[in-house]
């Protein structure tokens, strides 16, 4: 701001003076200025230290600053680093099956302390836990949930995914209608509030019904717990 008010003030009120300047003398700040703003030895660490991608990035929009202008350099750079951004999400994301006792080979090996830590599943209960947001860019995992003949009640852990979008809620209403052709209670719990709201938003919670919300694992075991006495 101290800058611009100066640069104004030079214009209107020192312009005559200004104009006797030499301009060699102007094209030598002008050099400086260029220099300090090129932050060279920072691009260097980041060629170094950055992951390839990240230099693809950062080289495409060097090239078409210099090439073509800030504008085109910005726009394409932040495309780039939005698909990158969507990549990486999608490749943390990822759904795992809960390893249940009787599929342990070790369990004999178990010390009791481990013991308190582990929660009895239901029987014909399957619990998935869903770690990252659910996108469009990782939606096709969902699908790979296990719908089995003789599973009753399928739960999905939702406590680590902190996002939804319209195209993740859709793969959701997939699963939910192979669960209902199966007649499988689907259970969600742990849903945090940007995924509830959008849930609600498109009637979902009354598609599967509210009491199938739960607030936590605990509380979702024992609705699974209901389901496989009723």
Same mark, same amino acid.
């Given at each position: 701001? #101290?800058?611009?008010?100066?640069?104004?003030? /030079?214009? $209107?009120?020192?312009?005559?003076? %200004?104009? =006797?300047?030499?301009?060699p003398a102007i094209a030598a700040i002008l050099f400086m200025v260029a220099y300090?703003?090129?932050?060279?030895?920072?691009?260097?660490?980041?060629?170094?230290?950055?992951?390839?991608?990240?230099?693809?990035?950062?080289?495409?929009?060097?090239?078409?600053? #210099?090439?073509?202008?800030?504008?085109?350099? /910005?726009? $394409?750079?932040?495309?780039?680093? %939005?698909? =990158?951004?969507?990549?990486?999400?999608?490749?943390?994301?990822?759904?795992?099956?809960?390893?249940?006792?009787?599929?342990?080979?070790?369990?004999?090996?178990?010390?009791?302390?481990?013991?308190?830590?582990?929660?009895?599943?239901?029987?014909?209960?399957?619990?998935?836990?869903?770690?990252?947001?659910?996108?469009?860019?990782?939606?096709?995992?969902?699908?790979?949930?296990?719908?089995?003949?003789?599973?009753?009640?399928?739960?999905?852990?939702?406590?680590?995914?902190?996002?939804?979008?319209?195209?993740?809620?859709?793969?959701?209403?997939?699963?939910?209608?192979?669960?209902?052709?199966?007649?499988?209670?689907?259970?969600?719990?742990?849903?945090?509030?940007?995924?509830?709201?959008?849930?609600?938003?498109?009637?979902?919670?009354?598609?599967?019904?509210?009491?199938n919300f739960c607030e936590n694992i605990d509380a979702a075991l024992e609705r699974?717990?209901?389901?496989?006495?009723?």
């Amino acid at each position: 701001m #101290v800058h611009a008010v100066v640069l104004i003030l /030079i214009l $209107v009120v020192l312009m005559p003076y %200004a104009a =006797l300047i030499p301009m060699p003398a102007i094209a030598a700040i002008l050099f400086m200025v260029a220099y300090n703003m090129s932050g060279w030895k920072e691009f260097a660490g980041m060629l170094k230290r950055s992951p390839k991608s990240d230099i693809l990035v950062l080289i495409t929009t060097f090239v078409l600053t #210099v090439a073509f202008d800030l504008v085109v350099a /910005i726009e $394409v750079g932040i495309l780039m680093a %939005a698909i =990158l951004f969507m990549k990486r999400m999608a490749d943390v994301t990822n759904i795992q099956s809960w390893q249940y006792m009787e599929e342990d080979t070790e369990e004999d090996d178990l010390n009791d302390s481990e013991n308190i830590r582990l929660k009895k599943v239901p029987k014909n209960t399957l619990v998935y836990e869903i770690n990252g947001p659910m996108f469009f860019g990782a939606a096709d995992k969902f699908m790979n949930i296990s719908l089995d003949s003789r599973i009753n009640v399928v739960i999905l852990r939702m406590r680590s995914v902190p996002a939804m979008d319209a195209t993740a809620l859709h793969a959701l209403e997939e699963i939910s209608k192979k669960c209902e052709k199966k007649r499988i209670t689907l259970i969600l719990s742990h849903v945090q509030e940007q995924p509830l709201h959008m849930m609600q938003k498109a009637g979902y919670d009354i598609k599967i019904g509210n009491e199938n919300f739960c607030e936590n694992i605990d509380a979702a075991l024992e609705r699974a717990a209901e389901i496989a006495l009723s």
